[in-house]
C-alpha cells in the first residue's frame, strides 16, 4: 500500500503544478492575442480586420466565427466598458474592433479563430515565433487542453498527450533545444515540453 503521506505530496505537487502551469499559459495568451491582433490589424490597417471574409479558409469556418463574435458583441455590449465606450464614442460603428474582441474571446475560441485562418496568415504569424504553423498548432492544442485541466482541477502530473510532439531532431527545432541546452527533448514527458515550448515562444514574443 502507497504510504498517505506520499499520498498527499503528490497531491500538493500537483496542485501547485497546476497553478504554474496555468500561469504560464495565461502569459502566452495575452501574447498570442496581441501577436495575432497586430498582425492582422496592421496588415489591413483596418480593426476590422477579423470580419474580412478572405482570411478564413472555408466560408463554414468565417460563418461559425462571425457568429461567435456577433454573440460576444451582444454580451460585451451588457457587460463590457471597452466594449461600452466604444459604441458611445463611435456610434456610426456596428462591430466592435478586434482588440477588444480579443479580450471576450477565451482562449479556445481565439484558438479556434487562428485555426479558421488561411494557411498563408497562420505561417506568417507562426514565423513571427520562429516556427512553423503545424508546429505552433500543435502547441496550441496541447496548451488548449492543459490550460482546462487546471481550470478544472484534474489531476495533471502525469497527463500525457497524443498530439503529435514537436520533432526537435529536425534541424530546424534542434538548434532551440541546443539554444535552452536541454538534453531531455525527446523524452515523453509532455508537462517539460509545454514549459519549455512555452519559454521559446516567450523569448520569440519579447
Known sequence: AIPLDEVFSLYEFDQQLRREIFNLIEIF??????????????????????????????????????????????????????????????????????????????????????????????TNIATIYGINSG?????????????????????????YSFQKRTNYQNRRYKSIAIAYKKTAVQQDAQIWNTIFSLKYLFSQAN
Open 29 to 122: 495568451e495575452v501574447s498570442f492575442k496581441t501577436q495575432v491582433v497586430n498582425y492582422l490589424t496592421l496588415l489591413y490597417n483596418s480593426p476590422f480586420a477579423h470580419l474580412n471574409r478572405k482570411n478564413y479558409t472555408e466560408f463554414e469556418n468565417f460563418k461559425y466565427i462571425k457568429s461567435t463574435i456577433e454573440k460576444i458583441e451582444l454580451r460585451a455590449y451588457k457587460n463590457d466598458k471597452y466594449a461600452h465606450d466604444f459604441f458611445k464614442n463611435y456610434s456610426n460603428e456596428s462591430n466592435l474592433p478586434f482588440w477588444i474582441i480579443s479580450e471576450a474571446l477565451n482562449f479556445s475560441e481565439f484558438i479556434n479563430l487562428f485555426q479558421s485562418l488561411t494557411r498563408q496568415l497562420r
Open 135 to 159: 508546429v505552433l498548432n500543435n502547441w496550441l492544442v496541447t496548451y488548449k487542453i492543459m490550460r482546462n485541466i487546471c481550470a478544472h482541477n484534474n489531476v495533471l502530473w502525469n497527463y
